[in-house]
């Protein structure tokens, strides 16, 4: 190792003592209500599968055909060469999804929002964020350097304070908020901030990731779930998670997608998504389109699961979504939790700072329509005997 890389050294031993290095696992499986993990058979309580569509078989014989005719890459960036009609043929159906009139997919959701916010606002302007937006919405509102202002976690009456002190001071403004967090599994009260916005002159946006596949009327997402569409200038969303594949996607006023065909960054400058991602992401949309099953699966899984870790005795948190936090405290206690259910069979990760704040330390478990009752009741049990073991519950 080059003497220049020994800080390199000392912050991993850092974070090795205060119980914060990822430890990462390895899956030899697809991705399901079970997996194999390090060689071992175990219970799936980790991944943003929502609807078991990342090993459906409609969606994986969809990827098939479409590479078997247009091959794998997209071999370009969208302006250049990249753009096939498969990806136009995915942003129609999922505008019409969605209830918009334009969409525009980028890698991943994370290109999404660095992509669409510089694009919105920059020097001179000012972004309105929740104080619990996710990492990709920091990122991108830093590199649009636009002046920052958090608002306190889903408070609009906090967010309408900060738009009296500081929305005269700046040209154009951005409200962005979460739509679900993904740690705590709240949703943001957006008819409220809606609301609020109202009153100024700024544009809203609303991260779906967690939201879409899962919020609202099957799955069509946060916006529909309050019932909010047209009101919401920018919807940006993950075909990642509930989707099953990897992708991002920006939707709403068909300007707004003309415009980051021009200045969206990552859309210019790094190539399209893949055409099996494409084409899964098409069959996904089929899927969710032709009923409601799986999203009904979900919320059924969601409250049972619950209802049933409550009654044990385990503090969940806020969350009124699938993702369900089992709040432990201290990052130490996480990662030991995490480790004794993987030896029960189960693979529930810890999360501890910088994901969330010091002191909250967690197993996130991620309910999916993919589990049946009997993988959520072994789950349940495994939470029962280790939470004994390790003092959590009497
Ligand atoms: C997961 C997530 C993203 C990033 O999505 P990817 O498609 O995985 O890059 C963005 N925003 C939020 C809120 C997320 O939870």
Same mark, same amino acid.
């Given at each position: 190792?080059?003497?220049?890389?020994?800080?390199?050294?000392?912050?991993?031993?850092?974070?090795?003592?205060?119980?914060?290095?990822?430890?990462?696992?390895?899956?030899?499986?697809?991705?399901?209500?079970?997996?194999?993990?390090?060689?071992?058979?175990?219970?799936?309580?980790?991944?943003?599968?929502?609807?078991?569509?990342?090993?459906?078989?409609?969606?994986?014989?969809?990827?098939?055909?479409?590479?078997?005719?247009?091959?794998?890459?997209?071999?370009?960036?969208?302006?250049?060469?990249?753009?096939?009609?498969?990806?136009?043929?995915?942003?129609?159906?999922?505008?019409?999804?969605?209830?918009?009139?334009?969409?525009?997919?980028?890698?991943?959701?994370?290109?999404?929002?660095?992509?669409?916010?510089?694009?919105?606002?920059?020097?001179?302007?000012?972004?309105?964020?929740?104080?619990?937006?996710?990492?990709?919405?920091?990122?991108?509102?830093?590199?649009?350097?636009?002046?920052?202002?958090?608002?306190?976690?889903?408070?609009?009456?906090?967010?309408?304070?900060?738009?009296?002190?500081?929305?005269?001071?700046?040209?154009?403004?951005?409200?962005?908020?979460?739509?679900?967090?993904?740690?705590?599994?709240?949703?943001?009260?957006?008819?409220?901030?809606?609301?609020?916005?109202?009153?100024?002159?700024?544009?809203?946006?609303?991260?779906?990731?967690?939201?879409?596949?899962?919020?609202?009327?099957?799955?069509?997402?946060?916006?529909?779930?309050?019932?909010?569409?047209?009101?919401?200038?920018?919807?940006?969303?993950?075909?990642?998670?509930?989707?099953?594949?990897?992708?991002?996607?920006?939707?709403?006023?068909?300007?707004?997608?003309?415009?980051?065909?021009?200045?969206?960054?990552?859309?210019?400058?790094?190539?399209?998504?893949?055409?099996?991602?494409?084409?899964?992401?098409?069959?996904?949309?089929?899927?969710?389109?032709?009923?409601?099953?799986?999203?009904?699966?979900?919320?059924?899984?969601?409250?049972?699961?619950?209802?049933?870790?409550?009654?044990?005795?385990?503090?969940?948190?806020?969350?009124?979504?699938?993702?369900?936090?089992?709040?432990?405290?201290?990052?130490?206690?996480?990662?030991?939790?995490?480790?004794?259910?993987?030896?029960?069979?189960?693979?529930?990760?810890?999360?501890?700072?910088?994901?969330?704040?010091?002191?909250?330390?967690?197993?996130?478990?991620?309910?999916?329509?993919?589990?049946?009752?009997?993988?959520?009741?072994? #789950?349940?049990?495994?939470?029962?005997?280790?939470?004994?073991?390790? #003092?959590?519950?009497?």
């Amino acid at each position: 190792m080059s003497a220049k890389l020994q800080w390199i050294q000392d912050e991993l031993q850092n974070l090795k003592e205060s119980g914060l290095y990822n430890q990462i696992r390895t899956l030899s499986s697809p991705q399901g209500a079970w997996l194999v993990v390090d060689g071992q058979r175990v219970l799936n309580f980790c991944s943003n599968n929502y609807l078991g569509l990342a090993n459906h078989p409609r969606i994986v014989e969809a990827a098939r055909k479409a590479a078997a005719e247009y091959g794998v890459g997209p071999a370009a960036v969208r302006t250049i060469a990249g753009t096939m009609d498969l990806h136009l043929k995915l942003e129609e159906r999922l505008a019409a999804f969605k209830g918009v009139e334009a969409a525009i997919t980028f890698q991943s959701g994370f290109n999404a929002n660095i992509g669409c916010i510089p694009a919105l606002v920059g020097k001179g302007d000012v972004i309105f964020s929740d104080e619990l937006n996710h990492a990709s919405i920091i990122d991108g509102s830093r590199l649009s350097r636009a002046q920052i202002v958090r608002y306190a976690h889903c408070d609009a009456q906090d967010l309408k304070r900060a738009l009296q002190e500081n929305r005269t001071k700046f040209n154009r403004a951005l409200v962005i908020t979460d739509g679900v967090f993904s740690m705590d599994g709240d949703v943001a009260p957006l008819d409220e901030i809606y609301a609020v916005t109202q009153e100024f002159d700024t544009i809203l946006m609303v991260d779906d990731a967690h939201g879409e596949g899962v919020l609202g009327k099957g799955g069509r997402g946060i916006v529909d779930h309050y019932g909010l569409h047209g009101k919401v200038e920018v919807e940006m969303g993950t075909l990642s998670k509930a989707f099953g594949v990897v992708g991002g996607i920006v939707s709403g006023d068909p300007l707004i997608v003309e415009w980051l065909h021009q200045r969206g960054r990552p859309f210019l400058f790094s190539s399209a998504m893949t055409v099996p991602d494409v084409a899964a992401c098409l069959a996904a949309v089929d899927i969710l389109e032709e009923s409601t099953e799986l999203v009904d699966k979900l919320w059924q899984n969601t409250r049972y699961f619950k209802e049933e870790m409550r009654n044990l005795g385990f503090d969940t948190g806020l969350s009124t979504t699938p993702i369900t936090p089992v709040m432990l405290g201290e990052a130490s206690l996480a990662q030991e939790f995490s480790r004794e259910l993987f030896k029960a069979g189960v693979f529930g990760m810890s999360i501890g700072f910088p994901t969330v704040p010091r002191g909250k330390a967690r197993i996130r478990v991620m309910i999916s329509a993919a589990h049946e009752q009997d993988d959520l009741d072994q #789950g349940l049990a495994a939470f029962a005997s280790v939470g004994r073991q390790l #003092g959590v519950i009497a």
